[in-house]
């Protein structure tokens, strides 16, 4: 297994924890997403990763059926988490190269780490404050991101903001936490 594998692994099972962590009667409560609910996070993970598009439509991954996200959240991310973890398991995928768009041609894993892992990652915290749940997110994952996003060309950063990827930036105290600074750069308010 690879790096990104693990990392992946790691990111999605945090994302399940707080799945299962919200109470029922929090799904409907606004996200930190404008216009989302708890479950319009999760809805946002299945719909957007599967494609047809960008990820696992992109490399051929198969889901299989996907239950309804209003029906049952954890069911639905479930089957798209395991597609991409038994994609990222497998070597052949994993290593695959396809045409990504705007991206260039990339690997499944490098697609994975350049924008899954990051999605996940944030979507943790956007579904744990909606939930009133833990919003701890993996500290090595955080600081990673926060290095990526520190080699970040000007005019990257431009485009994802402009296209809605990212909120607009949140000014934070200088000796704020490493979780904090990243959620304000994707325009997190704590």
């Known amino acids: 297994m690879s790096d990104i594998s693990?990392?992946?692994r790691k990111v999605?099972?945090?994302?399940?924890?707080?799945?299962?962590?919200?109470p029922p009667d929090a799904w409907e409560r606004p996200s930190p997403c404008d216009g989302w609910t708890a479950r319009d996070v999760v809805r946002h993970l299945v719909e957007w990763l599967p494609g047809p598009g960008f990820l696992l439509g992109t490399f051929?991954?198969?889901?299989?059926?996907?239950?309804?996200?209003d029906r049952d959240p954890a069911a639905a991310w479930a089957v798209v988490r395991d597609a991409i973890q038994r994609a990222l398991d497998d070597p052949v995928v994993a290593t695959r190269v396809e045409d990504c768009g705007?991206?260039?041609?990339?690997?499944?894993?490098?697609?994975v780490d350049m924008t899954c892992i990051p999605d996940v990652v944030i979507h943790t915290?956007?579904?744990a404050r909606a939930a009133?749940?833990?919003?701890?997110?993996?500290a090595d994952e955080v600081r990673r991101q926060l290095a990526?996003?520190?080699a970040l060309p000007p005019d990257v950063d431009d485009a994802m903001r402009s296209s809605g990827h990212y909120g607009p930036g949140i000014a934070v105290a200088d000796d704020a936490d490493e979780q904090t600074r990243l959620?304000?750069?994707m325009g997190r308010k704590v």
């Not at 099972?13 to 919200?22: H, K, L």
């Not at 051929?60 to 996200?69: A, L, R």
């Not at 009133?132 to 993996?138: A, S």
């Open 6 to 8: 693990n990392r992946f």
């Open 12 to 22: 999605a099972d945090r994302f399940t924890a707080t799945i299962y962590a919200v």
């Open 60 to 69: 051929g991954v198969k889901t299989g059926p996907i239950p309804s996200v």
């Open 102 to 111: 705007p991206p260039g041609r990339l690997s499944f894993e490098a697609a």
């Open 125 to 127: 915290w956007d579904l």
């Open 132 to 138: 009133g749940v833990d919003e701890r997110l993996d």
């Open 148 to 150: 990526g996003i520190a």
């Open 183 to 185: 959620l304000a750069f």
